[in-house]
């Protein structure tokens, strides 16, 4: 593959990543709104969140055996068009089973989505011979960023769900369709030296297990954040509908903060003393949450932990592929599964929590998950792993 080949595939994927991250925010940032829009009781909230994760982890397990076919590039390349247009049904409904079949969209999209956008970044990764995932997460954040910005205005100027989604799919539908022509794989790229016979070949569960319970953990406080920030801001520390929209922006500033100079520091220090440092700081900011007196001392406390757990995600997905070089389209998709069990659990277990005893005990429950991470650490190779290590095997192709 060329070296132009290389650049482009690697920029129009990073805006794939930003387009997800701007859909998904306008998703999760306005949940009040869609609970009323809809008439969702508290009771039955939980359920409805759970659903996604469900739908979209059997969508990462078929897109599996489909890029196995295609390629992860078709699959992204059709996937995130329909979950552009699965937000706008969100919108556009008002009764209680179009939400249920428009969310359930969402979820079948996003699966596939999610699995394929990583199989290629870490195909990327491989050729590149150095960190560059989390770059791509940046990217995602960036558009968490300016999804949950977009939400605010929204809420500010009290636009319908629809109005508010509407002109955001316009824009980012064709831009994404005209993206994805660039889409490329890294090919096999220069394989880690630390990598088994066993690890390059077939994907095995006990090898992948560790990786699997750090992104379980991961997603278990991502999804606290981004499904309860703006509930608990509202319901807790009394802050209004507007103001309850900052969280999830705050945390995504600090998350794109640790992942564009995230890259760097796993070259200079090693994933694991990164991945380290993100799950202690990530639950110093939950036991913060936990105790804030106001809004503004929970808006600060959810900031702190976008710069924990940005880390954890992008760095677990590289991990996967250096583990399986020789397989890590089927590690990614397995690993993906448990993106969403980490939104299957934390969702309806902070909601359970919350309802049965207190939304701020709540918040020590995703705490004591993520510093369980520190243990796994280990898992994601020393400071001279390749791909992320301190000292990098030459590239085949200096790619920049």
């Not at 980012?172 to 990598?195: F, I, K, T």
């Amino acid at each position: 593959m060329t070296v132009a080949r290389l650049r482009r595939g690697r920029g129009s994927l990073a805006f794939g990543f930003f387009v997800q991250g701007v859909t998904f925010a306008l998703l999760v940032t306005r949940i009040p709104a869609i609970q009323d829009r809809y008439g969702i009781s508290d009771a039955l909230l939980p359920a409805f969140l759970a659903a996604v994760p469900i739908l979209a982890g059997v969508a990462s397990v078929v897109t599996e055996k489909v890029v196995a076919r295609v390629g992860p590039a078709v699959v992204l390349r059709w996937s995130q068009p329909f979950v552009l247009l699965a937000l706008l049904a969100v919108g556009a409904g008002t009764e209680l089973w179009q939400a249920a079949v428009a969310l359930g969209f969402f979820g079948l999209a996003v699966g596939a989505l999610d699995a394929s956008m990583n199989m290629l970044g870490v195909s990327l990764q491989r050729a590149y011979g150095r960190s560059i995932m989390l770059g791509f997460h940046a990217s995602y954040s960036l558009g968490g960023i300016v999804g949950a910005s977009l939400a605010w205005v929204g809420a500010h100027w009290h636009l319908s769900l629809f109005t508010s989604y509407l002109p955001v799919v316009a824009v980012l539908l064709p831009l994404a369709l005209v993206g994805s022509r660039w889409y490329a794989a890294g090919g096999d790229g220069p394989v880690p030296e630390e990598s088994t016979e066993k690890g390059s070949g077939a994907v095995a569960f006990t090898l992948l297990l560790p990786l699997c319970l750090v992104m379980t953990f991961a997603y278990i406080g991502d999804s606290t954040v981004a499904n309860w920030s703006a509930k608990y801001l509202q319901d807790v520390l009394h802050s209004s509908e507007e103001l309850a929209t900052v969280p999830y922006n705050a945390y995504m500033v600090t998350t794109l903060l640790g992942r564009a100079v995230g890259d760097f520091g796993v070259r200079r220090l090693g994933a694991a003393a990164v991945v380290r440092g993100g799950a202690v700081l990530a639950a110093l900011g939950f036991g913060l949450v936990a105790a804030a007196p106001g809004a503004w001392a929970g808006i600060a406390a959810f900031t702190l932990l976008g710069l924990g757990l940005s880390v954890l995600v992008p760095q677990t997905f590289a991990a996967a592929g250096r583990l399986f070089p020789g397989n890590s389209d089927a590690a990614v998709a397995r690993l993906n599964v448990f993106n969403y069990v980490g939104f299957l659990i934390g969702s309806p277990l902070v909601g359970a929590l919350g309802d049965a005893w207190s939304y701020r005990g709540a918040m020590l429950v995703p705490m004591v998950l993520v510093l369980v991470t520190v243990v796994y650490a280990t898992s994601f190779g020393s400071r001279g792993a390749r791909y992320g290590g301190g000292h990098e095997r030459p590239r085949t192709v200096d790619v920049g």
